[in-house]
T-cell receptor
Framework: AQSVTQPDIHITVSEGASLELRCNYS??????LFWYVQSPGQGLQLLLK??????LVQGIKGFEAEFKRSQSSFNLRKPSVHWSDAAEYFC??????????????FGKGTQLIIQP | EAQVTQNPRYLITVTGKKLTVTCSQN?????MSWYRQDPGLGLRQIYY???????DKGDVPEGYKVSRKEKRNFPLILESPSPNQTSLYFC??????????????FGPGTRLTVL
């Protein structure tokens, strides 16, 4: 089954510093990959998604992610974080129907903490 | 405003007392889904629906029921809640049955505590 792993439970970054959140996927073919953000007390919001084509994907709020097939990774990056970026970030992979539940399989999330 | 709404947002109940969490979307989406979120476990899918009268189990369906009588509504029913169902619940919808490659739109969540 398609799955994603987020190796970091927490990440602490200083405001203004660059950010990289890791996501590794498990799937033989080209996966459908997503990054969502969950601000405190809120539901999840899509940051960006990758299906095919250009491996560098631009999203909202200044985020980008790079798909690397050789490393089975889809890491999220931002050049300069703001205090408002403090949230939980989820990587997800689209699941194939016909035997598996249709939808997304989510990673366990990475909590981003911003230091002043 | 396009949105997914859930009610109630917070609920404290006792073991065995039936409850329903409502979910409604105003985007005419075919696909709807329920997830539960627990610390250290991320989001796990409970049930999903690809269209009216079509529902299927996700990864953790035990102890839950759903129904999809109208396109916009997808209630989650706990017939006999137990403490291990204490969790944060999210409803989500997606523009078509191909939810594996479509963005999902999430409601604000329902925090359920079962005593």
């Amino acid at each position: 089954a398609q799955s994603v792993t987020q190796p970091d439970i927490h990440i602490t970054v200083s405001e203004g510093a660059s950010l990289e959140l890791r996501c590794n996927y498990s799937y033989g073919a080209t996966p459908y990959l997503f990054w969502y953000v969950q601000s405190p007390g809120q539901g999840l919001q899509l940051l960006l998604k990758y299906f095919s084509g250009d491996t560098l994907v631009q999203g909202i709020k200044g985020f980008e992610a790079e798909f690397k097939r050789s490393q089975s990774s889809f890491n999220l990056r931002k050049p300069s974080v703001h205090w408002s970026d403090a949230a939980e970030y989820f990587c997800a992979v689209g699941t194939i129907s016909g035997g598996g539940a249709d939808g997304h399989n989510f990673g366990k999330g990475t909590q981003l903490i911003i230091q002043p | 405003e396009a949105q997914v709404t859930q009610n109630p947002r917070y609920l404290i109940t006792v073991t065995g007392k039936k409850l329903t969490v409502t979910c409604s979307q105003n985007m005419n989406h075919e696909y709807m889904s329920w997830y539960r979120q627990d610390p250290g476990l991320g989001l796990r899918q409970i049930y999903y629906s690809m269209n009216v009268e079509v529902t299927d189990k996700g990864d953790v369906p035990e102890g839950y029921k759903v129904s999809r009588k109208e396109k916009r509504n997808f209630p989650l029913i706990l017939e006999s809640p137990s403490p291990n169902q204490t969790s944060l619940y999210f409803c989500a919808s997606s523009p078509s049955w191909g939810a594996r490659y479509n963005e999902q739109f999430f409601g604000p969540g329902t925090r359920l505590t079962v005593l």
